[in-house]
């Protein structure tokens, strides 16, 4: 950006605010009587910045909200009787487009929202008043009704009533205005440059344009302030006068036309304003013939020159080129007749007015037909082309600032419908992926050196991994259009190409290409003459790789060289009929987008465009994982062509109207009456625990009271639960005392809960009948989330770190399983690690194997011995079905009929009607009188034989009643066998490997697990198979993107035009980091990050937040709970051992540790937003190193640090100071705290790295994960000067600084990685001075412990070696890649002193680390 478009001095803004000149100077002393100009503009100028860095920009206010209000309507009549400058305008401009996207503040929503009320309409023209009025009869009333309350307030004051004159009537029609003026004579200098063709443009001005346009778009783009506003952006008719202005057409207006079309689109939505319904397109095209009808029948009666558009029909004038020429006919004084008079478009005073191209845009802007939202985006390619991916003002550069606008949707609170959800996530996720697919671009190309050879054709000299030339391209066939569309139903190519110069490992990637991966064809014109350095900096990026198009497409198939398919996974191929690929060339046939070959073929023949398909000659591949952008947006554009999707009770909470608390579980249909809880409760008194509010008393089945009550228990449940049970709105802390108060005494009696405490039935006498039990001891919150989570609605679980989220979640599908097994429930997660976290302890709990199922690519790493994927689930469930029938035929055996009867599942079907129920019933029936004959059952039980091999006798002959029990244990166990077979039966009709999977995945599986990215790829899959599920259950909600949150609830069909779904249940953390967008700008501008957890919790939806940790001591907790409602610590962590000893040869268990320049430098940027920390690097693996000569093992220590290249220096000075000593090596983990979420570790060494700006950790939520992830040790290497002024941070620096900032170490501790000295006893600290001092302790340990083994001569040369190859070893050698790098770098001692050292230590020596350490991170 140039100079000019900057609206403050950014360096100085930025400097002002991280020094708390807001917080500790401006609010203090805030008087809204003596408050000037300037102080008020400063505070607008601090709170734009914090909205820049994208921190919390109202919390400073709170404590006063009295005083805030005042500083509100100080702020919207600052302008009063004073003219402000251009820079002042667009502050002022973008500090309200800030304050009105923050409507879940209650004070900011109050004084905003009042400037786009009712009131606004006094400043509407009254032509425009009358004819709103019309079109909404309701709101006569509601504006008489006002007009009192005003008339009576002004009153009440002693104030004249002029409604026109009040702010809130004219605030918005005055930024309008301002802004229609600056459009007009601001944008461009009145002197004419002689030396330039075009006017001088004002570039402050094109700024405040383009704010503008943003202030509107949003204005229009949420219903609360859409409702009253969009008359009023019609009124002044700001799109027809954007559209004519000169800025429009000019160069430096592409930003400001794009914007201007965002605003019509808005302005034209599909829906109707007052009520928030969205129109379907027959009504949208309904409500457009009948206003078109009604222009003619005007035009018919009092306008005779426009005879000819009354009587044609409307097909043939309502597009905008018939409208033009029809209107041309009438003079400016008729126009302006018939627009200001007649149609009351706009008013007659408008100065435009007399403008004749002004008047007759504004009609056909009302009254041309627009394409409909389907039809957009039906027609839109889902692969970018090249125009697109180079447009800075759609994706921006890596290094986007925040200071000006972009034309891209913002995802905020609130949407208007479901489409237009739909629509900008679907643009924004188009443009984040084009973002992605335009850096490999980048990075693959140059790799070829394309170069002009003697023939003047492309050549390349180069290589490129992921992209080969083409020696052949040609169209092979192009499908008519289907019915109603224009674009060819399909359109495919054959694109042949050589992997002939590559070696076996690229070979066999290229060979790897399968259907429906996704390739780019690309054409490369590199310039006759190699670029200067000077044009190379001047040029665009593509024409610095003679870049001329990019098209995307889809594999169908590909095959060698004889043509034979390679890949093959529909069928056509049979396994044995697969050969091994022949030769060197490949010929793919991929499907062309039919939309953009749309545009291309017809640019061609009416624009004389170049055949852009003749030219293609580089073909490009991606990595499969970051490929599956297409299946997102394909996912996206069908559910745009389905009617209303979401379930009914989740539309208006989804969309953020209505009731917050409509969707929970009290306010919702069909609850379960009475639960029964299985396992949940451990026993009586945990669960009188658990509901502290409640008398709870216990009884038997029939009523009768149980003095010694056991577990399972049933719950009749009360419609509201009282106590933290219950769920709190987000915007409400929690009024229950902290877990570590004592509660007073409550002398009001409590409401009784009935417990029944009944007995199970005898599940069999085999060891694998007994059902499987929990022994987590819940807390009652998390009793609380288990009950919200197994009633019908919407359950939002905040799980803060260490309180079991995991084991809540799988003990909300326990109980469901059993309270509902009719029903289905579909598990979603962001990460494989999640899932298989979860499947992991739901298959500890009593939910049979067979009804779960895992799909996706993440079941390899299971933990478990059994295969979950769907092939591994059809296998077991064949094999079963063999040991099931042996079963059969053993019974069979024992009963003395032929075995034959289990030879199929059916046969099997038959013996136990005929001949096992049979006998089980006549038994029943000689029972019925023989209750007093103790040995009865022993005697005549029919299948005593068959049970003759159980670990115990079955039957004792003691009681009537417990041998009654065993004998229905043993038929139950029977009944189970021959369930079981049944359910088998499919399996045995079914006979290919496809159908079985599918009939398991949509009938059989009861619990269905996969991650979001593959509900989102397999979407259409799922609906053709009829996949259906009746619950939702989705864990790290919080770091899910919103739209791949939103496709899991859609993965089946609606039945009768209703969705099936019954519960959603969120899980997830807001304060820990959300989502992972890549370009900066879609994360800064259009918050893309956002998930659907954080919105939610946002808008106030009441949440449980789990509130007693179990990971760390409770004074690490101490450094983030903060953040968190109530968060108190588990028994465990207050009573064992382990966290009340210290660490050994530290004096404190946390710590930060100042680390001052080391070498003259602090942070350095080898290149931009690479921050790297010597110093901090050298300081943390010195204390690494110091740890390890403890005794403490590695694998309990990883360090982590807020920035990729301080990662990757760490792990450069590891190699070089601590892999060449096996009795050292490497730590568990080098990564980042954004990499390292979800995971935890005892001890945690962090490098804050930077020492100017506090970066990317003033984002609080990354503060929280760098702060939990310790269990017993963290130890912070940061520059405390700068992060202790960091506002945001303070509770937890406050804390960290109550201890010295220099390393306090108890070097008298020197035996073992454990002590007995308590973690409150400091001992005798040495505090370490500075990095060089820790490296000379770490030295004299060193050469003790060599002194030790009696080898110190062999070492001293040995160091002397290591320090003089350090260089070499830096540049050659990654931690851990095979194992191979640390092998020949240990020092060359004896093997014997090795062993001995490892005995001496008593440490475990980590020869490997995972080879994850070895990559750098991908973002």
Known sequence: MTSGRKPVPLQRVMVLEVSQYLENYLWPNFDPETASFEHVMSMILMINEKF???????????????????????????????ELTIAEKTNYLVFMINAFQSLEDGVVNETVLSLAGLQSWHSLSYGRFQMELCLQPDLIKKWKRSSKKWAAEAMSKGEQFDPSSSPEANFV???????????????????????????????????????????????????????????????????????????????????????????????????????????????????????FMAFQLLAFKKIPKLRDVSLANIGSVHKSSDLRRRLSALSLEDLRDVVCSKLKLVSRHDPWADSKDFLTEVVVSSFEKQQSQKEAINALPLYPNEQIMWDESVIPSINYSGEGCLALPKLNLQFLTLHDYLLRNFNLFRLESTYEIREDIQEAVPHLLAHINNEGETAFRGWSRMAVPINGFKIAQVKQPNIGEEKP???????????????????????????????????????????????????????????????????????????????????????????????????????????????????????GAEDVYGTFNVLMRRKPKENNFKAILESIRDLMNEYCIVPEWLHNVFLGYGNPSAAQWPNMPNLLKTVDFKDTFLDAKHLSESFPDYEVSFVSADGAEVLDPRPPFRITLPKTLKGNVNALSGNKKSEANPPDTVDMVDVSPKEKLVVEAYTPPDPGPYPQDQPKQNSVKFTPTQVGAIISGIQPGLTMVVGPPGTGKTDTAVQILNVLYHNCPSQRTLIITHSNQALNDLFEKIMERDVPARYLLRLGQGEQELATDLDFSRQGRVNAMLVRRLELLSEVERLARSLQLPEDVGYTCETAGYFWLLHVYSRWELFLAACAGNENNPSFVQDRFPFKEFFSDTPKPVFRGESFEKDMRAAKGCFS??????????????????????????????????????????????????????????????????????????????????????????????????????????????????????????????????????????????????????????????????????????????????????????????????????????????????????????????????????YNGQKLLIRDVINRRCVPYSFIGPPSKVTTVDKFQGQQNDFILLSLVRTRFVGHLRDVRR????????????????????????????????????????????????????????????????????????????????????????????????????????????????????????????PELDGVVDESSKETVGMEVDNGVSSENGKADEN
């Not at 760098?1266 to 937890?1292: D, I, K, W």
């Not at 390393?1303 to 040495?1326: I, K």
């Not at 001293?1356 to 050659?1372: F, P």
Request: proline share 3%; with cysteine.
């Open 52 to 82: 820049r860095e994208n921190v919390a920009a109202w919390i400073c206010f709170h404590d006063r909200e009295d005083l805030f209000k005042e500083f509100l309507q100080k702020v919207l009549r600052l302008k009063e009787g004073r």
């Open 173 to 291: 029609r005055g930024l309008i205005e301002e802004f229609v003026e600056v459009l007009d004579h601001g944008v461009f200098a009145d002197e004419v440059d002689d030396t330039a063709v075009s006017q001088l443009v004002d570039d402050s001005s094109v700024l405040y344009c383009e704010r503008f346009m943003e202030f509107l778009i949003d204005m229009l783009n949420q219903l609360p302030t859409r409702r009253y506003l969009r008359p009023l952006v019609a009124d002044i008719a700001v799109v027809a006068k954007c559209r004519l202005s000169v800025l429009y057409k000019h160069e430096k207006g592409k930003l400001f036309a794009q914007l201007v079309d965002l605003l019509q689109f808005y302005e034209k939505f599909e829906i109707k304003d007052h009520d928030g319904t969205q129109l379907t397109d027959d009504e949208a095209l309904q409500f457009h013939y009948d206003r």
């Open 489 to 607: 139903a399909s359109v495919t190519a054959e694109v042949t190409f050589s992997i002939k110069s590559y070696r076996t490992q690229i070979r066999s990637e290229w060979n790897s290409l399968k259907e429906h991966d996704v390739l780019f064809l690309l054409c490369i014109r590199p310039s006759f003459e190699p670029l200067g350095a000077e044009e190379a900096a001047k040029a665009t990026v593509p024409q610095r790789l003679g870049l001329q198009y990019v098209r995307g497409c889809e594999v169908i198939d590909i095959r060698d060289e004889e043509g034979n398919l390679m890949n093959d996974f529909s069928g056509k191929v049979k396994r044995d009929d697969w050969k091994p690929p022949k030769g060197d060339m490949r010929t793919v046939t991929v499907a062309l987008d039919a939309a953009q070959y749309h545009i291309d073929v017809t640019d061609i023949a009416e624009k």
């Open 1263 to 1386: 503060l929280v994960v760098a702060m939990s992830r310790a269990r017993l040790g963290l130890y912070v290497f940061c520059r405390r000067s700068l992060f202790e002024q960091c506002y945001e941070l303070q509770p937890t620096f406050q804390l960290l600084l109550k201890r010295p900032d220099r390393l306090g170490l108890n070097l008298s501790e020197n035996t073992s990685a454990y002590t007995d000295r308590a973690v409150e006893e400091v001992g005798n600290p040495y505090l370490v001075h500075d990095v060089e001092e820790m490296a000379h302790i770490v030295h004299d340990r060193m050469n003790e412990f060599y002194k030790a083994q009696g080898v110190y001569e062999q070492y001293q040369n040995h160091t002397a070696q290591i320090e003089d190859g350090n260089h070499d070893m830096e540049s050659d050698t990654v931690v851990g890649e095979d194992g191979e790098s640390e092998k020949k770098m240990q």
């Open 973 to 1202: 166990h029977l009944k189970t066998v021959f369930q079981e077979l049944e359910e088998c039966r499919a399996f045995e009709l079914l006979k290919s490997t496809a159908d079985r999977a599918n009939y398991l995945m949509t009938k059989q599986a009861k619990i269905v697990a996969m991650t979001c990215t593959h509900a989102a790829l397999k979407r259409r899959d799922f609906l053709k198979l009829g996949f259906k599920y009746d619950n939702l259950l989705m864990e790290e909600s919080a770091q899910i993107l919103e739209i791949e949150t939103f496709i899991p609830m859609l993965l089946q069909r609606q039945e009768d035009g209703h969705s099936r779904l019954k519960r959603c249940i969120l899980i997830g953390d807001h304060h820990q980091l959300p989502p992972v967008v890549k370009n900066m700008a879609f994360q800064k501008y259009s918050h893309m990050d956002q998930s659907l957890f954080t919105r939610f919790v946002r808008l106030g939806i009441p949440y449980i937040e789990l509130n007693a940790q179990g990971r760390a001591r409770p004074s690490l907790a101490k450094l983030y709970n903060w953040r968190y409602r109530d968060l108190g610590d588990l028994s465990i962590v207050k009573e064992a051992p382990i966290f009340h000893r210290a660490n050994a040869g530290f004096s404190y268990e946390y710590q930060l540790i100042n680390v001052p320049d080391y070498e003259g430098r602090g942070e350095s940027t080898p290149s931009p937003w690479f921050y790297q920390n010597q110093g901090e690097a050298e300081y943390i693996v010195s204390v690494y190193i110091y740890m390890r000569l403890l005794g403490y093992p590695a694998n309990k220590i990883s360090i982590l640090t807020t």
